[in-house]
């Protein structure tokens, strides 16, 4: 492959006035562009990314307040900027818009009615969002012109088709977690399974190319009933859009239709084929594509994506160097600066439901009067006899007061229009046991038949009570319950609606976290109105109970809550990220992470992201493809493959110096686990190299502990575990791998395909080190890339060792390490018989199926062709040196497989 040539192949730009601009030809020679992303030397976590470039300034265009510069107005302070270069495919690149899609015209070997076959190759932002993302179909927006598509959505591959044009048919499977980001789905039908019915069946590959992995998990892949596919006259698009259903975010690299499963290709746009800037071209199939919109096929591979935070002119003495040295930063470095805490999940929910008519957080200090209301136009709500600040035991909210035992609320409602004539007051309390009589609440004055209604706590349970315009009583019963309890958060949801002829009554008493209880009444005809004011003085029995949000809503809609009453505890970590960053409108992508979290207290942006990366055990950094966050999860660097194979005996893959640190930076050998106000577990390794024992029979005490952010308490104990694993590898770091790309330009498809996170290998190390491969993980990189043949890599890598965590059926991950194994007797240089004593665990398989293995004796790994014996000793037939390495071995030597396996977390 030709080496790139700056400026030929590298392109710079700037979005001046909000359009990307190319700056190419304004950047210095003399001023390497450095970019640097991720975590340096196995940092706890990942700093902003950094692009550092100098800018030609002479004209001024780059002196932003100077209003001479064609620029001035256009660029200033976190001005976007963006540096990539040429890779070595094309690919269609998508934004996800409905007009932004490449399209083929219907044709009669697309009007498939039988059994079909899609397949798409794609590298989404997100495979897991919420929204459906179409990938490939002949799928109109309007109705009846509908016939199949292949979409995800929500961590589904999905599988759609209409038998006449209208009626949606959908078999789906779960995603794989570990989905990486460039993958292929395929998804075939059978129409008539010769069972009455039709089958469906959806693959996974890391490419077109396979090996294929078929889904099962949360299957939906059969129907009763002999189906078929209407034959419509709408494009095959790349990718459709169907109401709220839109096109994938993301590139797609190629794809397939096929008539019959396993059948003739139909359609086969194949977009690496294709020269960049193409905007039309027929597939091998003979099918014309045709770009629309913003979609594109380009080559560009994007190193960075950050924001300029400052513009510092620079001269020489003599006026005529005039320059800017720039530091563009990664969207961590804005989130990271002079943030204040995000509000209370509740604080932050309820305001925008509805949205309310009048609602109060009662959230405020401890010297507060009034409780204060974020709405506009929504006064304050006066009380007496309240004492603000008092608990935050809420999970869900900030610290909320405590009545006393002559409190009052008195405050109007602003007036509001109902559009389903139904209205919702809903609030928070809790008391630690019931009242000894009958206890006012909740009073609310409203415009309907039932001017006042009343809630009241009982010694078992609860009471509404409703009375007309003249203080007659309209209804006045009881409900039996248990809402309350030391600890116990209650929410109560109070509705009238018109139900039929008659209006309905309902209070609803559900336990934060758990179940509640339910009374309705029903009266007469008549009007529900409006809540025009809150009228309550508390029973005083109802001393020192805790009170909070306060909403009145124009609807009977129970959904507000949403799950911020408990801080949305239980949510998982991927779904925590993906809410936070669009509730602060900053695009994020990620991959599915399942640990469960706790909930979510007030922090800032950042802090509440870090507590999801920290519980989950993944990365969180920027995405160099837009200026956006990324998350990788703990499982998706799980036994892996290799992204780049480096080889130490190939002049230029690897550049001086390539050292190994064997030092305690990481070790960490007694570990505690905290759950945020929760309970702990700890994890201590007793024997062995890394144990606390002190030397020479281990290194000494290296503890630690972390609070982590868990659901619950039975979520410590693994993770402590794991993170022992983690911190007692026993294994030299290679703290930087260095990449000379202008000495080995044959590295570069795969380093610029390298991402932070993936698998490396160095093969043939010399001799001086130990014998390879050495398997790495990239944290992060520093990336110099200068004029004309200047570009270098400089990985910061981790072990790799540790994340090959058990795969089954994998005939090195699946191992079983051989527990108590010695040698009985030493063995020479030539030996092939070994005599192997087991003194507990279980014995070495003799089963024929389950060899060859390999194991390893003092550094030297042999691979185990047979194994005889019932009981200890057993002997071991095997072939030496199978890492390069053969000796002799004293008798007394531990014997074990040559990669135990790991299990995950």
């Not at 608990?391 to 405050?411: F, K, N, T, Y």
């Not at 909403?551 to 998982?572: C, H, M, Q, R």
């Not at 207290?601 to 995405?623: F, H, K, W």
Request: charge should be negative.
């Amino acid at each position: 492959m030709a080496f790139p040539q700056t400026p030929i192949d590298l392109l710079a730009e700037m979005q001046i006035g909000g359009v990307w601009t190319d700056i190419t030809a304004d950047l210095y020679a003399r001023g390497l562009l450095t970019i640097e992303r991720g975590r340096p030397d196995e940092a706890t976590t990942v700093d902003p990314g950094k692009a550092a470039f100098e800018l030609n300034n002479r004209s001024g265009q780059y002196s932003p307040r100077n209003p001479r510069s064609v620029n001035h107005g256009l660029i200033g302070r976190n001005t976007p900027v963006r540096f990539s270069l040429a890779g070595p495919q094309s690919y269609l690149a998508l934004t996800g818009l409905s007009a932004d899609i490449i399209s083929t015209p219907d044709h009669a070997s697309l009007d498939i009615t039988g059994d079909i076959e899609l397949r798409v190759e794609a590298s989404l932002e997100d495979w897991f969002v919420t929204r459906p993302q179409l990938l490939l179909g002949k799928w109109s927006a309007t109705a009846g012109q509908r016939s199949y598509r292949l979409s995800v959505q929500q961590g589904y591959a999905q599988l759609l088709w209409t038998t006449a044009g209208t009626t949606t048919v959908l078999a789906q499977t779960l995603l794989p977690s570990e989905m990486p980001r460039r993958a292929a789905l395929r998804a075939s039908l059978d129409v008539n399974n010769g069972a009455g019915g039709w089958s469906a069946r959806i693959y996974w590959a890391r490419s077109m190319d396979g090996p294929w992995t078929e889904l099962v998990g949360g299957t939906q892949l059969s129907g009763t009933g002999i189906t078929s596919i209407h034959s419509g006259t709408a494009a095959l698009e790349i990718a459709p859009t169907s109401g709220t259903s839109l096109p994938a975010l993301g590139r797609v690299h190629r794809a397939e239709v096929r008539n019959g499963i396993g059948g003739t290709v139909v359609a086969s746009p194949d977009f690496r084929l294709q020269p960049a800037g193409t905007t039309s071209f027929t597939d091998s199939a003979g099918r014309l594509w045709t770009a629309a919109g913003a979609a594109a096929i380009t080559n560009r591979e994007y190193r960075i994506h950050g924001e300029v935070s400052s513009w510092p002119p620079r001269w020489d003495v003599s006026g005529k160097d005039v320059y800017v040295p720039v530091e563009a930063a990664g969207i961590l470095r804005r989130l990271g600066q002079g943030k204040k805490a995000l509000s209370s999940t509740l604080r932050r929910r309820l305001p925008s439901q509805g949205p309310p008519a009048a609602y109060w957080p009662f959230e405020d200090g401890r010297d507060a009067v009034q409780a204060a209301s974020p709405l506009v136009g929504c006064p304050p709500m006066p009380v007496t006899g309240f004492t603000f600040g008092q608990d935050d035991s809420c999970p869900g909210s900030d610290s909320l007061p405590a009545i006393g035992p002559a409190a009052v609320m008195q405050g109007p409602v602003p007036t509001y229009v109902s559009p389903t004539s139904d209205y919702l007051v809903s609030f928070l309390y809790s008391i630690d046991a019931p009242p000894a009589s009958d206890s006012v609440m909740l009073a609310i004055t409203t415009t309907g038949t039932a001017r006042g209604f009343v809630l009241s706590l009982t010694p078992t349970g609860f009471r509404g009570a409703a009375y007309d315009a003249a203080g007659a009583t309209l209804f006045n019963s009881d409900y039996s319950a248990d809402p309350w309890g030391p600890g116990r958060w209650f929410r109560v949801d109070i509705t009238a609606k018109v139900v039929g002829s008659d209006i309905q009554f309902a209070a609803l008493f559900i336990e934060v976290d758990g179940t509640g209880g339910y009374g309705d009444w029903l009266f007469p005809a008549g009007t529900v109105g409006n809540v025009i004011s809150i009228d309550t003085a508390f029973g005083p029995l109802l001393d020192g109970m805790r009170f909070g949000h306060l909403g009145v809503f124009p609807g009977a809609n129970l959904t507000v809550w949403g799950g911020s009453d408990n801080g949305y505890g239980g949510e998982i970590a991927s779904d925590r990220i993906r809410r936070l960053a669009a509730e602060e409108t900053v695009p994020v992508s990620t991959d599915r992470a399942d640990t469960p979290l706790g909930a979510q207290r007030p922090d800032t942006l950042l802090g509440l992201l870090r507590q999801c990366e920290a519980a989950d055990g993944g990365i969180l950094y920027e995405d160099r493809e837009r200026t956006a966050l990324r998350y990788r999860s703990r499982a998706s660097r799980y036994s892996q493959p290799v992204a780049l194979t480096l080889d130490y005996s190939v002049d230029g893959h690897i550049a001086p110096p390539l050292e190994p640190v064997d030092d305690d930076q990481m070790v960490r050998n007694d570990r505690t686990i905290e759950r945020t106000n929760g309970s702990s577990a700890r994890a201590v390794l007793e024997t062995g190299p890394l144990s606390v024992q002190d030397p020479p029979d281990g290194v000494g005490i290296y503890d630690d502990s972390v609070t982590l952010n868990l659901r619950s308490d039975d979520q410590t104990e693994p993770i402590a575990d794991w993170l022992l694993h983690l911190g007692t590898w026993d294994e030299a770091r290679y703290p930087t791998v260095h990449i000379d790309l202008a000495a080995a330009p044959s590295l570069i498809p795969d380093v610029l395909a390298l991402e932070i996170g993936d698998r490396i290998q160095i093969i043939n190390p010399p001799e001086w080190l130990p014998p390879g491969p050495i398997d790495l993980i990239v944290e992060g990189y520093t990336e110099v890339i200068g004029h004309p043949n200047d570009w270098d890599v400089i990985l910061n890598c981790s072990p790799a060792g540790p994340w090959n965590v058990a795969v089954l059926d994998d005939a090195s991950l699946a191992r079983l390490g051989g527990g108590a194994s010695t040698l009985v007797s030493g063995i020479n240089t030539t030996a092939t018989s070994l005599s192997v004593a087991t003194a507990s665990g279980p014995l070495w398989t003799t089963s024929a199926g389950d060899l060859p293995l390999t194991v390893e004796i003092g550094g030297e790994t042999m691979t185990v062709t047979a194994v005889s014996g019932a009981s200890s000793p057993q002997t071991l037939t095997v072939t030496r040196s199978a890492n390069a390495v053969i000796k002799s071995h004293l008798a007394g030597a531990a014997v074990d497989t040559a990669q135990p396996m790991i299990l995950a977390l």
